[in-house]
């Protein structure tokens, strides 16, 4: 079938780097802590969209090319952490919401919550900004189509579309299993303001060590 082989094996594999926790699996926490289930949803979205560009990119050659290169990858690397480092810094210094009869300070507009679309984007930037999700389309995916396929490219979209949606409906539940746990701490901003910097903490310590990897 469009040259794909053990298409089942390629099922389980999916399935078991799903349900093993990684920088997206943070980031929709860390989202769904923040602002709730709607936001870690569409954050998931947005991670999502940046797989349907690494299946793009694996299918027309552009994740050999960029992960054959080391300029290329140290350029992609080290902008990934200082993002994850810039998310990680706003949830730790996020002030907590004030209370229904306090007037919000004017300082608070810089700390607001991220609109849906603000989410998406940053989910999206999050997922393409990491190198080590470009080596795995380049090392992995090449391993289910036969070499000798004149049907290539088709096997790869097959293959992205089957990772995308999968990895789209395991990030949703673990977006609304957050978002649930979190709506009980709703009324309690000195707890959500803890789980905000630790959440955050870990999205300092996953830039830190993204720009510490190597190939």
Request: proline share 5%; hydrophobic share 55%.
């Amino acid at each position: 079938m469009l040259g794909i082989t053990h298409f089942a094996f390629f099922v389980v594999a999916v399935f078991l780097l799903n349900v093993t926790p990684g920088p997206d699996t943070a980031y929709i926490v860390g989202r769904s802590v923040a602002q709730g289930r709607s936001a870690g949803l569409v954050s998931a979205l947005g991670i999502s969209g940046g797989c349907c560009v690494h299946s793009l990119a694996c299918a027309f050659g552009l994740t050999a090319l960029l992960a054959a290169s080391a300029s290329a990858f140290t350029v992609v690397k080290f902008a990934g952490a200082i993002y994850l480092v810039y998310l990680g810094a706003r949830l730790i210094f996020t002030k907590a919401a004030p209370a229904a009869d306090e007037p919000a300070p004017a300082a608070a507009a810089s700390t607001a919550p991220r609109s849906l679309r603000q989410l998406f984007v940053q989910g999206f930037c999050t997922n393409v900004l990491n190198p080590k999700v470009v080596l795995f389309f380049v090392s992995f995916f090449p391993q289910f189509v036969v070499p000798g396929s004149p049907h290539k490219a088709l096997a790869f979209l097959a293959l992205g579309a089957v990772f995308v949606a999968m990895s789209t409906v395991w990030n949703s539940f673990v977006a609304w299993i957050a978002g649930s746990v979190t709506r009980r701490f709703s009324g309690k901003p000195g707890v959500k303001k803890w789980l905000d910097r630790t959440v955050g903490s870990a999205f300092v310590g996953l830039g830190v060590k993204l720009a510490t990897a190597t190939r």
